[in-house]
Nanobody, 116 residues
Framework: QVQLVESGGGLVQAGGSLRLSCAASGRTFGTYRMGWFRQAPGKEREFVATITGSGISTYYADSVKGRFTISRDNAKNAVDLQMNSLKPEDTAVYYC?????????WGQGTQVTVSS
């Protein structure tokens, strides 16, 4: 099993930045992909970004490409999401996910609110 704890959410003005962090424990970090999803009020949870176990490859939703950066530190068992040029439509609860076989594991979520 994998336990995940997110931190770093908050309130920011449009155009501002936030950095989310996700601390993992349990299985050997670095052997599985990590990612971020988000869920806005009244909407389905959607993919934001993912990163391979080695950290070499990253993938982003079109809506955040060029503004968000996912990274991981396997020595610290942590994955971060740097969010720049934030827009009101980025407002959501952001969830960290560990993508393992056979199960995926989710964090409890952290709220990000972007005011216009």
């Amino acid at each position: 099993q994998v336990q995940l704890v997110e931190s770093g959410g908050g309130l920011v003005q449009a155009g501002g930045s936030l950095r989310l962090s996700c601390a993992a424990s349990g299985r050997t970090f670095g052997t599985y992909r990590m990612g971020w999803f988000r869920q806005a009020p009244g909407k389905e949870r959607e993919f934001v970004a993912t990163i391979t176990g080695s950290g070499i490859s990253t993938y982003y939703a079109d809506s955040v490409k060029g503004r968000f950066t996912i990274s991981r530190d396997n020595a610290k068992n942590a994955v971060d999401l740097q969010m720049n040029s934030l827009k009101p439509e980025d407002t959501a609860v952001y969830y960290c996910i560990a993508i393992t076989t056979p199960n995926d594991y989710w964090g409890q979520g952290t709220q990000v609110t972007v005011s216009s």
